[in-house]
């Protein structure tokens, strides 16, 4: 199987080098989307000879995400694995997702809460309101849907590289799941970002992506 892990990046110059380490330890191709960074990303994806595309605007992370799917589609990957640029998903877990594509899934999400009791932090809180939106629209339970460590398979690839309408994961899980593709969860254990914050950082800014989560997995999708 042909791999390609997509790797968004946004002004993370302090964890590029620790993540690249471990992603260079695996045998699998990899593309960092450097997300118009204004930090010294750019640089240091060039001087470090990493294989990557400088964007010339911010288009957020559903754009780079499909960006990359594009990318793994055009260039006959068969596979593609999405882990976030912060060092936040060990790339140990890729051949476990792996794993579930080679036994016929076409989208596997990278759980942190299958074995693990979910917490009940305002983050989360917003979590158990997505899967709630999701089993009402689709009938179908989900652990962990804002998850951003995912795999999926040729067909969904195929999909997401032209025809993405969507704000996040979760909504795109939703659209997966209405149309019957086969979707798994599996364990995986996060790491808490070592510098740098979020695309989503702020309660306003969380709060306001998670309104149009919801928004989109009820009305859109």
């Excluded at 998850?147 to 690839?157: D, I, P, Q």
């Excluded at 070592?194 to 149009?212: L, Q, R, T």
């Amino acid at each position: 199987m042909k791999v390609l892990v997509i790797i968004p990046a946004y002004n993370e110059s302090e964890n590029i080098p620790n993540l690249m380490g471990k992603i260079n330890e695996l045998s699998y191709d990899y593309l960092v989307i450097n997300d118009c960074s204004v930090d010294n990303s750019a640089y240091l994806l060039n001087s470090m000879k990493i294989n990557h595309l400088d964007l010339p605007v911010n288009i957020g992370l559903a754009g780079v995400t499909q960006m990359g799917f594009r990318y793994a589609y055009e260039n006959n990957y068969d596979a593609a694995i999405v882990i976030d640029g912060d060092g936040q998903h060990p790339p140990v877990y890729i051949k476990s997702l792996l794993d579930k594509l080679n036994e016929g899934y076409d989208y596997v999400i990278g759980s942190r809460y299958i074995n693990q009791k979910k917490p009940w932090s305002l983050r989360m809180i917003g979590s158990r309101l997505i899967s709630l939106a999701i089993k009402l629209k689709t009938g179908k339970r989900i652990d962990d849907p804002t998850s951003g460590m995912r795999a999926l398979g040729k067909r969904v690839l195929k999909e997401f590289a032209y025809e993405m309408n969507f704000v996040s994961e979760s909504d795109a899980l939703t659209h997966i799941l209405k149309n019957n593709l086969k979707v798994c969860e599996t364990q995986v254990s996060m790491e808490q970002r070592e510098s740098g914050v979020s695309y989503f950082d702020g309660i306003f800014k969380s709060g306001k992506f998670m309104i149009n989560v919801l928004i989109s997995i009820i009305f859109i999708q």
